[in-house]
């Protein structure tokens, strides 16, 4: 692992490697199949076009009443199994390159590369540690592409609009101000995604007033670069409305 948490990271730069040894045999074994398989076609080849002269061979024998015409015939079905059969191996060829192919790019993967510019935030990982599939094993944010997630009462949502401006303020930073844009209003209140979702079917029922979560774009100017904005950070937003 080439990182660590709190690390810079461009676009394209090597993050950590899974260990390929096993696929380096899969590799080793699949050029030799290959390599055998092209063998096998280039000799079938010279066959192809040995049948190929009997043939012509028998034609003009055949014209001239050297050779009956059963003769020619069976010249005809030896070049047809001769070429049928170098068809067949030429197939085998391509396959076994797409198995390289496949084998390559899985090693390929097996290079962890950042997708975009940010910072490790975080390392759930150590060297030589066994990573099962969908195990996380770096957080990295993108820091050019920050946002804000806001909760609104139900009751003010009718006053909200998708582009109202938003003045943020971070309570690490209470003497800044920040810019934004309202980015999405959530189709549904946040108390429907929770674990265990209020059944009111037995009707004891309490009328709560519920929160609409709202997305909000986070535009920090060149006066902010010296500012240590992170992600999970609190803030107070305000939507002046249209």
């Known amino acids: 692992m080439t990182v660590d948490e709190g690390s810079v990271v461009k676009q394209g730069d090597h993050l950590f490697m899974i260990d ?32 190929r002269d009997d043939f012509e061979r028998a034609r003009v024998e055949f014209k001239s009443g050297i050779i ?8 005809l079905k ?61 957080s990295l944010y993108d820091l050019s592409q920050l946002w804000v997630s806001a909760n609104f009462e139900e009751t003010k949502i ?3 609009q998708v582009g109202d401006r938003v003045i943020i303020s971070v309570d690490a930073y209470p003497n800044e101000e920040f810019e934004g844009k309202v980015m ?22 309490t009328k709560v007033t519920q929160r609409i979560p709202l997305k909000i774009s986070f535009k920090a100017s060149e006066n902010h670069e010296r500012l240590y904005l992170r992600p999970g950070m609190s803030v107070t937003v305000k939507v002046r409305i249209r």
């Open 78 to 138: 030896n070049l047809e199994m001769m070429e049928a059969q170098l068809l067949s191996i030429l197939s085998l060829v391509e396959v076994q390159k797409a198995e390289l192919e496949a084998v390559e790019l899985r090693m390929n993967l097996c290079h962890i590369k950042a997708t975009s510019d940010g910072v490790i935030a975080k390392k759930w990982r150590s060297p030589g540690d066994v990573v099962g599939e969908g195990q996380t094993v770096l």
């Open 158 to 160: 009718s006053q909200l």
């Open 68 to 75: 009956p015409q059963e003769a020619l015939e069976h010249a």
């Open 20 to 51: 390929d040894s096993l696929l380096k045999t899969e590799k080793s074994k699949a050029k030799a199949a290959l390599a055998h398989a092209q063998d096998e076609a280039d000799l079938q080849m010279i066959r192809r076009d040995l049948a």
């Open 184 to 205: 999405v209003i959530g189709a549904a209140a946040a108390s429907q995604f929770a674990l265990i979702p209020s059944n009111n079917a037995a009707g004891n029922f």
